[in-house]
């Protein structure tokens, strides 16, 4: 067990577990995580419009999400050309134990807020079957996250997520427009040089996935 975990609270149909990842846990995650990004460095993505987004990005598993010129889309390979190195099997347990599925995700994304990033409201639809859940974890730094609804205009509530802390979107809030406002950069420990890093796993079935691979 761990002492500060707490109960799930609802944000607009999205369950958050605060503290679900003990704090070892988390240690652990980072550690893979780095190894992740030595094989598969951060970069900056640019939106289809040519706006650098504020967050950097990697992807672990069998397809990355990428945004560049060409839009949105899911690729096998890191821009540099290599595959996305394997989802860690930490990341693959809570999946399962979150979602109940035995389906497993094909697509971690790792995302990193150093200071003053931050993400837009915007919906998750570039999967090909949105019926499956998205799990999201949240390391580092408190971030403020945004959830509205699948409709753009409705109203939104935000809930501080911390270290440790698990969000499903699943069900009628799986298309819930969401962001994340701004981070505290510094409030947590976890990361030596501050920041957040956010995994998030979905299931991405076939229909929105580039056939060519990066330049194909
Ligand atoms: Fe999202």
């Not at 753009?152 to 809030?173: F, H, Q």
């Amino acid at each position: 067990m761990n002492g500060s975990a707490g109960q799930a609270v609802d944000l607009n149909g999205v369950c958050v577990w605060p503290g679900r990842l003990p704090l070892p846990a988390q240690q652990r995650l980072v550690g893979d995580l780095r190894a992740i990004a030595r094989a598969a460095p951060f970069f900056r993505p640019v939106t289809p419009r040519g706006q650098p987004m504020r967050v950097r990005m990697t992807a672990a598993g069998r397809l990355g999400w990428v945004s560049d010129r060409r839009g949105y889309r899911y690729e096998p390979r890191h821009p540099s050309g290599v595959p996305w190195p394997p989802i860690p099997p930490a990341v693959l347990d809570l999946w399962h134990e979150v979602t109940g599925l035995a389906r497993a995700p094909d697509c971690c994304l790792i995302n990193f807020y150093g200071e003053g990033a931050g993400m837009g409201l915007h919906q998750d639809r570039d999967e090909g079957d949105l019926s499956f859940p998205v799990v999201s974890v949240s390391l580092g730094d408190e971030a403020l996250f945004r959830v509205g609804a699948a409709d753009r205009r409705a109203p939104t509530r935000s809930l501080w997520l911390r270290s440790g802390d698990v969000a499903l979107m699943a069900g009628p809030a799986r298309l819930a427009f969401h962001g994340i406002d701004r981070i505290r950069f510094g409030s947590s420990a976890l990361l030596p040089g501050g920041g957040r890093i956010s995994l998030t796993l979905r299931v991405v079935a076939p229909g929105r996935v580039a056939p060519g691979g990066p330049g194909g």
